[in-house]
């Protein structure tokens, strides 16, 4: 379970850097989209926190909230395993363009849900 709380707690500290300086922001996404280890490294983080988020739903105090969202985490690392390096490189530097504006309000969105996370973790 301290996985999930790790996850809760990266989650808000992210979510405090959206809120701060979204520009900033979406200037570190598109720096990360450029690196060699981007795609790799977002496929498998979504696959060991989906699966962990799955195994250890039961304990939670939301099981099928936290199982719904370590599946999603498969599936969209599914996904873009399927979709490959160039197209999700691409996809992230058009969305970290696109959307710095709405940086900000998703923000707040993200941390009370980072902080959701935490909570049904302890």
Known sequence: MIFIIIFG?????????????????????????????????????RLCFG?????????????TINA?????????AIFLLVIGAKKHRKFALWSAQKFSAMFRFCGVFSFIFGGYIVYTAI
Request: without cysteine.
């Open 9 to 45: 707690l990266t989650m808000i500290a992210l979510s405090v850097l959206m809120i701060i300086n979204p520009q900033a922001f979406s200037d570190s996404i598109i720096k990360f989209s450029q690196q060699r280890y981007f795609h790799a490294f977002e496929i498998m983080s």
């Open 51 to 63: 699966g962990i988020f799955i195994y250890y739903s039961a304990l939670t105090s939301a099981p």
């Open 68 to 76: 719904a969202l370590g599946y999603l985490m498969i599936f969209a």
